[in-house]
């Protein structure tokens, strides 16, 4: 039961990364425009929060060993997630508006400012849902001899949840959802996982 609980979070961790991402891109284009510049930087700093998120997520596991953990830094990337559409125009607009009204844009500045962008909407809840996988490899790998098996199967939780995030938000959500809403039930999705946590640790603290 351990197992499938751990599998099924870091496969919606997975999941919610990569609906970011794809929709995060097309979030920034309204702004920033629809060049190759926009993915190139949406991708880099995805990738980047992952690395950061791996690499601490570890650390953490090692440290506290306690799935309850997770509930707060997954209710704030919830929550940051859930109301992007209210409090990141903003940001954006600040970006795209220090540059003078009518002059050209910099070249430097026509790829960095999309890295800004996507660094300040989206480099936390990416970095908090990339924890996930090292974290449960921790808590369910509880002998040295089965912790190949355990990283095997949370990464290839993660990476099937990845994809069925890539094809729903290209082929579903897109469709039928506006992307605010889209943002919105990512970030309530991720709530979601807080309570699953907490559950988690209940259950194992009753056995």
């Known amino acids: ?16 990364v990569m609906v970011l991402e794809i929709i995060g891109a097309r979030y920034l284009a309204k702004d920033f425009g629809g060049s190759f510049y926009v993915w ?5 700093v995805i990738l980047v929060a992952l690395a950061f998120g791996y690499a601490i997520g570890g650390a953490l596991a090692d440290r506290f060993k306690r799935a309850a953990f997770l509930a707060a830094p997954l209710c704030a990337a919830g929550l940051v997630t859930l109301f992007i559409p209210s409090f990141t125009p903003s940001l954006i607009e600040a970006i795209v508006m220090r540059h003078p009204v009518g002059a050209e844009i ?16 989206f480099f936390l ?15 369910t790998a509880r002998q040295l001899e089965h ?3 355990m990283s095997g199967l949370m990464y290839a939780a993660s990476t099937v949840g990845s994809i069925a995030g890539v094809f729903v938000s290209g082929y579903v959500l897109i469709d039928y959802l506006a992307v605010p809403d889209i943002f919105r039930v990512t970030g309530v999705l991720t709530l979601c996982l807080a309570g699953l946590s907490l559950a988690m640790d209940r259950w194992l603290a009753g056995k």
């Open 1 to 16: 039961m351990l197992k499938a609980a751990a599998a099924v979070l870091v496969f919606l961790g997975g999941f919610a």
């Open 40 to 44: 190139i930087s949406q991708i880099g």
């Open 106 to 121: 910099p070249s430097l500045w026509q790829k960095l400012d999309p890295v800004l962008g996507s660094t300040l909407v």
């Open 125 to 139: 809840p990416c970095f908090v849902l990339a924890i996930l996988s090292p974290y449960m490899i921790r808590l």
């Open 147 to 149: 912790v190949g098996t």
